[in-house]
Nanobody, 128 residues
């Protein structure tokens, strides 16, 4: 049983930083991968980052490379998305999910229904 909950979203100005958290409050403590995804109005959900927990390797989408990083706190069963230099185009609902996979030429993908867990999402709005 995995239950993911995102938090930390809000309204910020361009150039600001914001940290989102994703906490697993379920009984399963060992996860193999965790990812962050986002969906803007009228657009398909896209992968942002995907981290392999055993080795720590991380895929970062080109749109956020150099600005977004992922980290985890095992003691709190929490994964963080640190967002720097936010842009208006970063505005979206952000989701965490497990597992995630990376497909060459496509990017990070989250689980299909019944094959993993998604959080409920948290809104990030970047506007002046």
């Amino acid at each position: 049983q995995v239950h993911l909950t995102e938090s930390g979203g809000g309204l910020v100005q361009p150039g600001d930083s914001l940290t989102l958290s994703c906490t697993n409050s379920g009984f399963t403590s060992d996860l193999y991968s965790i990812g962050w995804f986002r969906q803007a109005p009228g657009k398909e959900r896209e992968g942002v980052l995907c981290m392999s927990i055993p080795d720590g390797t991380t895929y970062t989408d080109d749109s956020v490379k150099g600005r977004f990083t992922i980290a985890r706190d095992n003691g709190k069963n929490t994964v963080y998305l640190r967002m720097n230099s936010l842009k208006p185009e970063d505005t979206a609902v952000y989701y965490c999910a497990t597992p995630c996979t990376v497909v060459d030429g496509v990017g990070a993908l989250g689980p299909h229904e019944g094959f993993g867990s998604w959080g409920q999402g948290t809104q990030v709005t970047v506007s002046s």
